[in-house]
């Protein structure tokens, strides 16, 4: 009697496990250079011939050009996205503050508060945004604090 051998990749299970292993790789792949080209275009430390310069390496070469690029700047690329995650929130609450307060007068809490869920019905926030407007009204930094409130440093 001969023993058939059989190789791993006969059983139907494994082949599907490896399938679906190999796509989770490739996506994951294309999202790491996604994200080393749009750093790259973010870095303002970068002139204009070392960004050239970089994404030529990292589209001819992707795999090596990409992982010399993570190697040697990787550590900047979080902090580059920090900053800019830092001045997105920055520029929304300056956003929130100028809304909430309309056109200078002071309005009373509930009156900011229908305005923001106005803004929020026409579709110009989402409720996330809404949250946080929100919460600053009700929290008293918002713009509805009276002129005898001291400042909360903001």
Do not use: H, N
Request: aromatic content about 14%; glycine content about 8%.
């Amino acid at each position: 009697m001969e023993a058939q051998t059989y190789l791993a990749y006969d059983f139907p299970l494994l082949s599907a496990f490896w399938t679906i292993l190999w796509v989770f790789l490739w996506i994951m792949w294309f999202v790491l250079l996604f994200r080393v080209v749009l750093d790259i275009f973010r870095d303002d430390d970068l002139s204009g011939w070392a960004k050239a310069g970089w994404l030529v390496f990292c589209l001819v070469l992707p795999f090596l050009g990409v992982f010399v690029y993570v190697i040697a700047r990787g550590k900047d690329m979080g902090r580059r996205e920090t900053a800019q995650a830092r001045a997105q929130q920055q520029a929304f609450d300056t956003y929130i503050r100028e809304t909430a307060q309309g056109g200078g007068e002071r309005r009373s809490s509930v009156d900011e508060l229908a305005r923001l869920s106005e803004i929020r019905a026409r579709g110009d926030i989402t409720d996330e945004e809404f949250d946080r407007a929100k919460d600053l009204v009700l929290s008293g930094s918002g713009p509805s604090r009276t002129p005898s409130t001291p400042s909360s440093g903001r």
